[in-house]
């Protein structure tokens, strides 16, 4: 009887998708799986198409089969976006895993996990810290933001509200 | 060998000429607004306007989360390049966070989505949104 359970829950693992989203609890988010060009979105526009999308100095979108850009804003790490997932696939079929947001102020995907299409080998998307432990250090990655010299230095030049001078109130 | 030489040019002006027609036009515009990390700005995650959200927000250009300029009708143009830099790892785009400025630029509309490429930023009046004393420090209070 365990045993049948057993190769029971194993085929209903194995039959469940490689990868699935998870929601975030965003208001208008769906999730979604497409599988798109990777394009450097400057590009797609106008037509300056500089090498390699820019090389991680633009942002990047996926264009659909059916000619929409959808524009990737954010991957799975906090406070990151997509380009660091997204830069190693320029003008390359992907599989991305995410969710989709239909706000209809501004529609955005939000990329947790990537592939090659159509069955390269999955990876979450989180290559942002990664990328950023390597260059910085491992050991502070969990809080990079709180590590990061260009938001250190910035910080400490206009402060934590933007303005100089102007302090958060001290606890009593 | 010309023939070579006169085949390869051929390609090349071909695709030349297909990226630019496929090229959109864009229209020229005057945007007046408050830079925002747009991530935070449209999910409404957390709290993502003015002085209490300052310090997220240059979390998040850092990490290369598209940039905005926000208008007074709450519509977002998300910034694709900067008075001739790409703004993804951009010092200049981390130093206006939260700022209130009056750009020019020229505007693409693809899908749903207002892209910003400016070419002049005309005023920059920086932080004048002070929203901490309501807010506090977002999102973790310090």
């Known amino acids: 009887m ?3 359970f057993s190769v029971v829950l194993a085929l209903l693992l194995l039959s469940l998708p490689a990868r699935a989203a998870e929601e975030w609890g965003i208001d208008h988010e769906k999730k979604a799986r497409i599988e798109a060009k990777v394009v450097d979105i400057l590009c797609e526009l106008s037509g300056d198409c500089p090498k390699n999308c820019g090389g991680g100095k633009r942002q990047l979108g996926l264009l659909r089969d059916d000619g929409k850009l959808v524009l990737a804003i954010k991957n799975f790490d906090p406070f990151a976006g997509a380009v660091v997932d997204l830069i190693d696939f320029c003008n390359r079929r992907i599989t991305a895993d995410g969710l989709y947001i239909a706000n209809p102020k501004l529609p955005m995907f939000v990329l947790q996990f990537k592939r090659l299409a159509p069955d390269g080998k999955w990876s979450r998307a989180n290559w942002f810290v990664k990328r950023w432990a390597e ?3 491992a050991k502070n990655k969990g809080k990079w933001f709180r590590h990061d010299p ?3 230095r910035a910080i400490a030049e206009d402060g934590v509200f933007g303005i100089p001078g102007l302090k958060p109130p001290k606890d009593d | 060998m010309l023939r070579v030489v ?5 390609l090349a002006w071909t695709a030349a000429f297909a990226q630019a027609a496929l090229a959109e036009t864009p229209k020229r515009v005057t945007v007046s607004g408050e830079i925002v990390d ?9 709290y993502g306007e003015g002085t209490a959200h300052h310090q997220c927000a240059v979390w998040c250009a850092v990490g290369g989360i598209p940039v905005s300029i926000k208008d ?3 519509d977002v143009f998300i910034i694709l390049r900067i008075e001739d830099r790409d703004p993804v790892d951009n010092p ?8 209130q400025v009056t750009a020019h630029g020229d505007l693409y509309e693809r899908d749903g989505v207002r892209y910003l490429v ?11 949104n002070l929203t901490h004393e309501e807010y506090g420090i977002q999102p973790f209070g310090e």
């Open chain 2, 6 to 10: 006169m085949a390869v040019l051929a």
């Open chain 2, 118 to 128: 400016v070419t002049q930023v005309a005023d920059d009046k920086g932080v004048v």
């Open chain 1, 2 to 4: 365990l045993r049948t």
């Open chain 2, 92 to 99: 200049r785009v981390v130093k206006i966070q939260s700022h």
């Open chain 2, 38 to 46: 747009t991530w935070c700005y449209i999910s409404e995650i957390m």
């Open chain 2, 72 to 74: 007074a009708n709450g």
């Open chain 1, 150 to 152: 260009a938001i250190t």
């Open chain 1, 135 to 137: 260059a910085h250090g």
